[in-house]
């Protein structure tokens, strides 16, 4: 039994109120609840960062600006039970001096943790609604077995482990009675995250993603600070590899420090190794995106590609838009015709004019949304010959700022995930999976700029 001074029946009610408060604001309960935003609703700043053995921690003020820290190493699950989990802490444990709390991952636990645990359990499956969903999956005995409370885990947004326990503690409607040791074998000879795949054909991942990064707090990235020229030293070492460029990352490294410095006057713009030329090219047209106060509009990737290839033999073929049609190897969807580029890429300034004018209105994952599926137009047209997935993701970064959210890069190690989702979109217009991978790169982004702030 778990460790609690509080009586359950207390805790239950005050997670509650916190539900009753963001139904009032909502006008309605929806499923799976936002605890992101109940954080940020309590004044509350969220910030990921890159813990070792804390799953969260909570620095709290009353009556000012506190601040809670979730490990961006853990699944969204378990950070939407942390978010929860130091959303407990405020409501049960804040009345005295000690408002700072150390959340660990293992080890032995207080009691003012099971009871942070209760609350976050408790909010994000009220009993009221959890037995209503166990009602429909139920069998003729009125219980469950571990298919249906993977749908349940779904619908609540929570771990399959946590979501079995709950119904078989709090509620008893698992299908057998089994202690917790007994629980925890079931559970790992189940294998939750391949049954996962196998049985639910959507799942609600990006919904939780979104709602993690439209309460999360953003710092904007500054190329003159060390942190900036880590970032732009990694996205250029990534965007090369992303594109078969074989470079090192200290090659890459040498020669931003070198550019820097000098300028055009570094020795490596009067190389002849095209791999160095496309680097350097790379560092420049990513700065600009970053840095630039030019208003924006889809003809400026001519700008990008002219700053891409600056000191190949032959820059003066920069920036001009292909003359005739190119096939992408592969790719499920060909590029359009090289008569029509000029009318589509018309299109889509319209639609850029309209996103940034509205700008204000967007929240950050419905922003996102946009992006993500103007990053895929311009990326299917292939306006040039060449070097257009790095213009299209310089473009991106650059919409982004205008947002004031982070830049991104696509790992190496992602690029199967990046190609597989723009062709999920060729193939039934579904961005989903780009969105997820623009996000968790924001996310690896802003953890980044918060260790290395200088």
Not at 2 to 28: F, H, Y
Not at 81 to 109: D, Q
Not at 231 to 256: C, K, M, S
Not at 299 to 323: C, M, R, V
Request: hydrophobic share 35%.
């Amino acid at each position: 039994m778990i460790e609690t001074k509080l009586p359950i029946s207390r805790i239950e009610s005050l997670a509650q109120q916190k539900l009753d408060e963001l139904k009032e604001a909502d006008g309605k309960m929806t499923f799976p609840i936002d605890p992101f935003r109940l954080l940020d609703m309590n004044d509350v700043v969220i910030r990921f960062s890159n813990f070792d053995k804390l799953e969260g921690l909570l620095l709290y003020e009353k009556d000012k600006t506190s601040f809670v820290g979730i490990n961006v190493n853990r699944p969204i699950s378990r950070q939407r039970f942390t978010a929860a989990h130091e959303l407990g802490h405020i409501v049960l444990h804040t009345s005295g001096n000690n408002n700072n709390f150390l959340c660990p991952i293992n080890g032995s636990r207080k009691s003012i943790e099971n009871e942070a645990d209760r609350f976050s359990s408790f909010l994000l499956m009220p009993t009221t609604e959890l037995l209503r969903q166990v009602d429909k999956y139920k069998n003729c005995l009125g219980k469950v077995g571990l298919n249906e409370c993977l749908y349940i885990a779904e619908y609540f947004g929570v771990s399959f482990e946590s979501c079995v326990k709950t119904i078989a503690f709090r509620i008893k409607k698992f299908e057998a009675d089994y202690n917790n040791e007994e629980l925890d074998k079931l559970i790992k000879a189940f294998k939750p995250a391949s049954k996962r795949r196998e049985l639910l054909k959507k799942t609600n991942d990006l919904e939780l993603l979104r709602n993690s990064i439209n309460y999360s707090y953003f710092s904007i990235i500054n190329v003159g600070y060390i942190t900036g020229i880590r970032f732009v030293q990694n996205l250029v070492y990534h965007e090369n590899r992303l594109e078969n460029v074989e470079i090192t990352a200290q090659q890459v490294n040498d020669i931003y420090a070198d550019f820097r410095i000098k300028g055009n006057k570094s020795e490596y713009c009067k190389e002849k190794n095209q791999n160095i030329i496309e680097a350097l090219g790379n560092i420049e047209m990513n700065r600009y995106c970053l840095e630039t106060e030019d208003k924006i509009n889809v003809f400026k990737i001519q700008d990008l590609h002219k700053l891409l290839y600056k000191y190949s033999p032959y820059p003066e073929y920069a920036g001009t838009f292909k003359k005739e049609d190119n096939i992408i190897l592969h790719g499920k969807r060909q590029p359009i015709s090289a008569s029509r580029l000029l009318e589509e890429l018309a299109n889509i300034d319209n639609k850029i004019n309209e996103l940034i004018t509205n700008i204000d209105k967007y929240n950050i994952s419905d922003y996102i949304e946009e992006v993500a599926m103007l990053h895929y137009k311009i990326t299917i047209m292939h306006p040039f010959q060449d070097g257009n997935g790095r213009v299209s993701r310089g473009f991106l970064n650059w919409l982004l700022r205008l947002k004031k959210l982070p830049p991104i890069y696509i790992d190496t190690n992602e690029k199967k995930e990046y190609l597989d989702a723009l062709n999920k979109i060729d193939t039934g217009g579904d961005s989903e999976d780009l969105q997820i991978i623009i996000i968790k790169a924001m996310i690896r982004t802003m953890v980044s700029i918060h260790e290395n702030w200088q």
